[in-house]
């Protein structure tokens, strides 16, 4: 990309021959961004990707021959091919380790797929070895076409000249850098633009203000050239080329000489004047800095220290702040854990309790703000702050973006999108409280840990809940600063800082900032301290930010999942808790308040159970504490969404305890359990566990409570699962379940009214229960629900029909309620398993109705839904399509008009398919289609028989059987007799009878 990398990506040198990509959280999302381009360029433009490139783009490659798949041509020494070449025989990807050569995208999006975890390696190899991409892949004329300032008509001329594929690309490559700097305007925004004039007024000010006088700071400030160029800039001409506007000498009491370079991207040291002479090595030794002040502090205290004075004295002559110095280690250690508040997803912990009051209004005017002053808020006078000056930096630390594709793997559609940022208008007329903790932040950045410990308090004396605040904080960089702080060995500032980022991480704006800065790597590190309320308080604030997808990928990301797993390890009697053991129960507990925030994601879901979590939340379920028990049990609901982990809850003797929780009187703890066993029940030993625990009588118990929703639906959903057992059923039986699930069909909503039908479905099977349900009134509210929308309760409903349609009395109901034809109009729903599961219903309702032929004949649109559907993509679909051909075939007049809708070729076409399920109902729709007229002969025609010989081979006994009749039925043809001898269909039917006799 031209512009986006000319403006977004930070180098470590202007030079364009040595310049390296610096390990930046927006330079990896650069490369992200331009490395998910690539990936899918390919596919997307086929056309565009086969186009040359004016230059190949060759870089020094990390991969090696036995890389490259059998595709290409590996030739000796290494050298690899790829077989496809140009006009000239030269070929479009050439590997000569370890440079690589590729001259068009197709072969570039195909290195990238080798590359499999080194893929963002290549791309940056390939951006610093390329510094200039598009000229490369388009020549300089059409990489220019977007410059500032060249008018539409050259555009149009130039576009005019160029092949219209070749256009194409370069508008792709437009649109690509386009959406790179719409997504990176706010850093590229901030990132600092110097120009002479504010560089020649900084340095006149150095030497003024810092170089002259008593309390002069700096011995020397000089610039390397006398001759100042007519722009102002002092800079050789072939470095101004490179941004750079002067060069400084710097001398401070306290460090060695310092050699400054100022150019138009910031203030950086270089190498400074070579031995030989007067020239000046311009190799950057430093980070970037806004301004040259900026730069000498982060080197010399001397220089630091007075700057920062003068910085306190101009605050105490505007705001005259005093504070009394105390013991802040004591006041620290009194304001940290209140055990006695619940988790924050129950209810927020405390770290400070604020003094501010509660009714204090951040939008009120701003004479009013001025008006209310907090007897509680600590600011620094003069000489106290002068006390902080001590050699303790901050220094700021680089964080990783977490940055992922969003076609990757994760599959976390399943769960909440991502949380929208909140758009808000900044009011410049902010109350006094906002300026007061910008200035609190400032302070943060240059104390020593007595003030910083000061300053940490005094912000948790504001009620931080308060949105104004969070700005205030957000504006002064105070987000960098908090998670910097916790980078530091003292356990009271960190205490400090994780209680003030708790708080603020309520607020959905501020904890997309926290994540967006990369402050949640910081965060997920603290979680190793030794001190456990460091700990506690780092998985609350993670609790706090991990309610969006991203920033629950960072935590996995970052080995967060299995450290918030050694957590939960605590030895202690959960019963009976040691006054010792309390401190390990409340870090587990907030733990599990993490875990259960960050269980949302498949993938971290298959994260804690391998770094096994499983196991170690059984444990926990012993605890009497409901501010524990209901965390623990909503991550074993979430994580029983993955087969494996469903098999974990089974193994590790889980469901005992759940059924135990089943007769709890908190009715939260109550949805998460039966939750749970309605997820696991799919598996059939589960489904024994619970009967053996008498967990069936405990969820009969909960369908009672009907003006509970929630507990309605996940009860329901586990009574359905629990009866896919029949020794279940016999429970349930006993204790009248379907009378009461009969009940429920009416006045529930739809996720509960899905879970009774789908467990009346199950109880149905059994011929007594199809009595039941009609003389309970049943089938009436049953036949309503198929008006309905919700593809799940649909098919659900289907299920019931199909099993009540097989008793003659409840199919006389079904027919007079008009209920065949509403699900034969469920055909047309475009879901796949609607349509199934309707047909199915279909069959035994017109074996059973009266007058089947005219009810059928009867339907509007009928015979053209059921041609249409066989020609499904679905195999399920076409089966019960099969079956429901072979049930209108019974009667003479609607197999006519299947015949002239070409029923027969139709089927003859399924006839390769390998679905023993679909060849079992194919048979039998053949077998029924015989008796008109000439279809015998057209079938053998359409060349079925040969296929359904080999239907005689397979291990499915109705399969074979339905073969059968339909070979009987074209044998009836003379010529498929033929066809039949020919491929040997007496041979296969005597084998086939032998085996049976043997077996």
């Given at each position: 990309m031209?512009?986006?990398l000319?403006r977004a990506?930070q180098?470590?040198?202007?030079?364009?021959?040595h310049?390296k990509l610096e390990?930046?959280?927006?330079?990896?999302s650069?490369l992200?961004?331009?490395?998910?381009f690539?990936e899918?360029?390919s596919?997307?433009?086929?056309q565009e990707a086969?186009?040359?490139?004016?230059?190949?783009?060759?870089?020094s490659?990390?991969?090696a021959?036995s890389?490259?798949?059998?595709d290409y041509?590996?030739?000796e020494?290494?050298?690899?091919?790829?077989r496809e070449?140009?006009e000239e025989?030269?070929?479009?990807?050439?590997f000569?380790?370890?440079?690589v050569?590729?001259?068009n995208?197709r072969q570039l999006?195909?290195?990238l797929g080798l590359?499999?975890?080194?893929?963002?390696?290549?791309?940056?190899?390939?951006v610093?070895?390329?510094?200039?991409p598009?000229v490369?892949?388009?020549?300089?004329?059409?990489?220019?076409?977007?410059?500032?300032?060249?008018?539409?008509?050259d555009?149009e001329q130039?576009?005019?000249?160029?092949p219209?594929?070749k256009?194409?690309?370069?508008?792709?490559l437009?649109?690509?850098?386009?959406h790179?700097?719409?997504?990176?305007?706010?850093?590229?925004?901030?990132?600092?633009?110097?120009?002479?004039t504010?560089?020649?007024?900084e340095?006149?000010?150095?030497?003024?203000?810092?170089?002259?006088?008593?309390?002069?700071?700096l011995?020397?400030?000089?610039?390397?050239?006398?001759?100042?160029?007519?722009?102002?800039c002092r800079?050789?001409?072939?470095r101004?080329?490179?941004?750079?506007?002067?060069y400084?000498v710097?001398e401070?009491y306290?460090?060695?000489?310092?050699?400054?370079t100022?150019?138009?991207a910031?203030?950086?040291?270089n190498?400074?004047i070579?031995p030989e002479?007067?020239?000046?090595?311009?190799?950057?030794?430093?980070?970037?800095?806004?301004d040259?002040?900026?730069?000498?502090?982060?080197k010399?205290?001397?220089f630091a220290?007075s700057?920062d004075l003068?910085?306190?004295?101009?605050?105490?002559r505007?705001s005259?702040?005093h504070?009394e110095l105390?013991?802040a280690q004591?006041?620290l250690s009194?304001k940290r854990i209140?055990?006695?508040e619940?988790s924050?997803?129950?209810k927020?912990?405390?770290?400070?309790?604020?003094?501010?009051?509660e009714?204090?209004?951040?939008?009120?005017?701003?004479k009013k703000?001025q008006?209310a002053?907090?007897?509680?808020k600590?600011?620094?006078s003069?000489?106290s702050?002068?006390?902080?000056?001590?050699?303790?930096?901050?220094?700021?630390?680089?964080?990783?973006?977490?940055?992922?594709?969003e076609t990757?793997?994760?599959?976390?559609q399943?769960?909440e999108?991502?949380e929208?940022?909140?758009?808000?208008?900044?009011?410049t007329?902010?109350?006094s409280?906002?300026?007061?903790i910008q200035?609190?932040v400032?302070?943060?950045?240059a104390?020593?840990q007595?003030?910083t410990?000061?300053t940490?308090?005094?912000?948790?004396?504001y009620d931080?809940?308060?949105?104004t605040?969070?700005l205030a904080?957000?504006?002064s960089?105070g987000l960098?600063?908090?998670?910097?702080i916790l980078?530091l060995?003292?356990?009271?500032?960190?205490l400090g800082?994780?209680g003030i980022?708790?708080?603020?991480?309520?607020?959905?704006?501020?904890r997309r900032?926290?994540v967006d800065?990369?402050?949640l790597?910081?965060i997920?590190?603290a979680?190793?301290?030794?001190?456990?309320d460091?700990?506690?308080?780092?998985?609350?604030?993670i609790?706090?930010?991990?309610?969006?997808?991203r920033a629950?990928?960072?935590?996995?990301?970052?080995?967060?999942?299995?450290k918030?797993?050694?957590?939960?390890?605590?030895?202690?009697d959960l019963?009976?808790v040691?006054?010792?053991?309390?401190k390990?129960?409340?870090?587990?507990?907030?733990?599990v308040i993490?875990l259960?925030?960050?269980?949302?994601?498949?993938k971290?879901?298959?994260?804690?159970?391998k770094a096994?979590?499983i196991?170690?939340?059984?444990?926990l379920l012993?605890?009497?504490?409901?501010n524990?028990l209901i965390?623990?049990?909503?991550?074993?609901?979430?994580?029983?969404t993955?087969?494996?982990?469903?098999?974990?809850?089974?193994?590790e003797g889980i469901v005992?305890?759940l059924?135990q929780?089943?007769?709890?009187?908190?009715d939260a703890?109550r949805?998460h359990?039966?939750n749970v066993?309605?997820?696991c029940a799919?598996?059939k030993?589960?489904r024994?566990?619970?009967n053996?625990?008498?967990g069936?009588q405990?969820l009969?118990?909960?369908l009672s409570?009907?003006?509970?929703?929630q507990?309605?639906?996940?009860?329901?959903g586990?009574v359905?699962?629990?009866s896919?057992s029949?020794?279940?059923?016999?429970v349930?039986?006993?204790?009248?379940?379907?009378e009461?699930?009969?009940?429920?069909?009416?006045?529930?909503?739809?996720?509960v009214?899905?879970?009774?039908?789908?467990a009346?479905?199950?109880?149905?099977q059994?011929?007594?229960?199809?009595?039941?349900?009609?003389?309970?009134?049943?089938?009436k509210p049953?036949?309503?629900?198929?008006i309905?929308r919700?593809?799940?309760l649909?098919?659900n409903?289907t299920?019931?029909?199909?099993a009540?349609?097989a008793?003659?009395d409840?199919?006389?109901i079904i027919?007079?309620?008009d209920?065949i034809?509403?699900?034969?109009?469920?055909?047309?729903?475009?879901?796949?398993?609607?349509?199934?599961?309707a047909?199915w219903?279909?069959?035994?309702?017109i074996?059973?109705a009266?007058?089947?032929?005219e009810?059928?004949?009867?339907l509007m649109?009928?015979?053209?839904?059921v041609i249409d559907l066989l020609?499904?993509?679905?195999d399920?679909?076409?089966?019960s399509m099969?079956?429901v051909v072979?049930r209108?075939a019974?009667?003479?007049?609607?197999l006519?008009?299947?015949t002239?809708?070409e029923?027969v070729?139709?089927?003859?076409k399924l006839?390769?398919?390998?679905?023993?399920?679909?060849?079992?109902h194919?048979?039998q729709?053949?077998?029924?289609c015989c008796?008109?007229?000439?279809n015998?002969a057209?079938?053998?025609?359409?060349g079925?028989?040969?296929?359904l010989?080999l239907?005689?081979?397979?291990?499915?006994?109705?399969?074979?059987?339905?073969?059968?009749?339909a070979l009987?039925q074209?044998?009836k043809?003379s010529?498929?007799c033929?066809t039949?001898?020919?491929?040997g269909?007496?041979?296969?039917?005597?084998?086939?009878?032998?085996n049976?006799?043997?077996t």
């Amino acid at each position: 990309m031209g512009t986006s990398l000319s403006r977004a990506a930070q180098w470590t040198s202007t030079d364009s021959d040595h310049g390296k990509l610096e390990s930046t959280p927006m330079n990896e999302s650069l490369l992200n961004e331009i490395l998910r381009f690539v990936e899918n360029f390919s596919s997307k433009n086929p056309q565009e990707a086969e186009l040359l490139f004016e230059e190949p783009l060759q870089w020094s490659s990390t991969l090696a021959a036995s890389d490259f798949t059998p595709d290409y041509e590996i030739r000796e020494e290494g050298v690899v091919e790829s077989r496809e070449k140009d006009e000239e025989g030269r070929p479009l990807l050439l590997f000569s380790p370890p440079t690589v050569c590729v001259r068009n995208f197709r072969q570039l999006s195909k290195l990238l797929g080798l590359a499999n975890e080194k893929k963002l390696l290549e791309v940056q190899a390939c951006v610093e070895d390329n510094r200039s991409p598009l000229v490369k892949i388009l020549g300089p004329s059409l990489a220019n076409i977007q410059k500032i300032g060249k008018s539409d008509k050259d555009k149009e001329q130039q576009q005019s000249s160029e092949p219209e594929a070749k256009m194409k690309l370069v508008r792709l490559l437009q649109s690509a850098d386009k959406h790179i700097l719409r997504k990176f305007m706010k850093e590229i925004s901030e990132k600092v633009d110097l120009n002479p004039t504010a560089v020649k007024k900084e340095v006149e000010y150095l030497k003024n203000v810092c170089s002259t006088g008593e309390n002069k700071v700096l011995k020397l400030v000089r610039y390397t050239s006398d001759y100042e160029f007519p722009n102002g800039c002092r800079a050789p001409l072939w470095r101004q080329l490179q941004g750079e506007i002067c060069y400084l000498v710097v001398e401070p009491y306290d460090t060695e000489t310092l050699y400054i370079t100022c150019s138009a991207a910031g203030v950086f040291f270089n190498m400074g004047i070579k031995p030989e002479g007067d020239e000046i090595n311009y190799e950057r030794t430093s980070e970037v800095f806004k301004d040259i002040v900026s730069l000498l502090k982060s080197k010399s205290q001397v220089f630091a220290e007075s700057m920062d004075l003068q910085d306190a004295r101009e605050t105490a002559r505007t705001s005259k702040p005093h504070v009394e110095l105390v013991d802040a280690q004591t006041q620290l250690s009194l304001k940290r854990i209140d055990k006695s508040e619940p988790s924050s997803q129950l209810k927020d912990v405390q770290l400070t309790p604020s003094e501010v009051d509660e009714n204090k209004d951040p939008d009120n005017d701003r004479k009013k703000q001025q008006g209310a002053k907090s007897k509680n808020k600590a600011h620094f006078s003069e000489s106290s702050y002068a006390d902080q000056l001590s050699s303790m930096k901050i220094k700021n630390q680089k964080q990783q973006a977490d940055l992922f594709s969003e076609t990757s793997s994760e599959s976390d559609q399943s769960y909440e999108e991502e949380e929208q940022p909140v758009r808000r208008q900044r009011n410049t007329d902010q109350p006094s409280d906002y300026w007061q903790i910008q200035k609190l932040v400032k302070y943060l950045r240059a104390g020593d840990q007595t003030a910083t410990l000061l300053t940490l308090y005094a912000l948790m004396d504001y009620d931080l809940k308060q949105e104004t605040y969070h700005l205030a904080i957000q504006d002064s960089g105070g987000l960098k600063v908090l998670t910097n702080i916790l980078h530091l060995e003292e356990v009271n500032l960190q205490l400090g800082s994780l209680g003030i980022l708790r708080e603020i991480s309520l607020n959905p704006q501020t904890r997309r900032a926290i994540v967006d800065n990369g402050g949640l790597r910081s965060i997920v590190n603290a979680l190793d301290s030794r001190n456990k309320d460091v700990k506690a308080l780092a998985a609350e604030t993670i609790a706090n930010l991990t309610s969006f997808r991203r920033a629950r990928r960072t935590v996995r990301r970052y080995n967060g999942i299995s450290k918030l797993v050694k957590l939960l390890d605590c030895n202690a009697d959960l019963a009976n808790v040691d006054p010792k053991q309390e401190k390990d129960v409340e870090v587990a507990r907030f733990g599990v308040i993490a875990l259960w925030s960050c269980s949302k994601s498949p993938k971290n879901q298959e994260a804690i159970h391998k770094a096994g979590g499983i196991p170690l939340l059984g444990r926990l379920l012993k605890s009497p504490q409901m501010n524990m028990l209901i965390p623990v049990v909503g991550i074993l609901q979430n994580c029983a969404t993955e087969e494996s982990c469903q098999d974990a809850i089974q193994t590790e003797g889980i469901v005992k305890d759940l059924v135990q929780h089943l007769g709890n009187d908190n009715d939260a703890l109550r949805i998460h359990c039966a939750n749970v066993i309605f997820k696991c029940a799919e598996n059939k030993r589960t489904r024994t566990l619970v009967n053996e625990h008498k967990g069936l009588q405990a969820l009969v118990s909960l369908l009672s409570k009907t003006e509970n929703k929630q507990l309605m639906a996940a009860s329901t959903g586990a009574v359905w699962k629990c009866s896919l057992s029949s020794d279940n059923l016999d429970v349930f039986q006993d204790h009248k379940v379907l009378e009461i699930l009969i009940g429920l069909l009416t006045n529930q909503p739809e996720e509960v009214l899905v879970n009774v039908v789908g467990a009346l479905a199950e109880f149905a099977q059994k011929p007594a229960n199809k009595v039941t349900i009609r003389k309970c009134g049943g089938l009436k509210p049953l036949v309503k629900l198929l008006i309905g929308r919700n593809e799940p309760l649909l098919v659900n409903v289907t299920k019931v029909v199909e099993a009540c349609a097989a008793d003659l009395d409840n199919m006389a109901i079904i027919q007079e309620l008009d209920g065949i034809r509403l699900v034969w109009s469920l055909l047309k729903n475009p879901s796949p398993e609607v349509q199934s599961s309707a047909a199915w219903a279909l069959c035994p309702c017109i074996e059973n109705a009266k007058e089947a032929g005219e009810m059928v004949s009867s339907l509007m649109g009928a015979m053209e839904l059921v041609i249409d559907l066989l020609k499904s993509p679905d195999d399920k679909v076409l089966a019960s399509m099969c079956a429901v051909v072979a049930r209108i075939a019974k009667d003479k007049y609607n197999l006519a008009v299947l015949t002239d809708y070409e029923v027969v070729s139709l089927l003859a076409k399924l006839t390769d398919n390998p679905n023993d399920m679909l060849r079992c109902h194919l048979a039998q729709a053949i077998a029924q289609c015989c008796s008109w007229r000439n279809n015998r002969a057209a079938f053998g025609e359409a060349g079925v028989v040969p296929p359904l010989v080999l239907y005689l081979k397979s291990q499915d006994m109705k399969v074979r059987h339905s073969t059968v009749m339909a070979l009987h039925q074209l044998s009836k043809e003379s010529n498929n007799c033929i066809t039949m001898h020919g491929e040997g269909v007496v041979k296969v039917s005597f084998l086939r009878c032998i085996n049976a006799v043997l077996t």
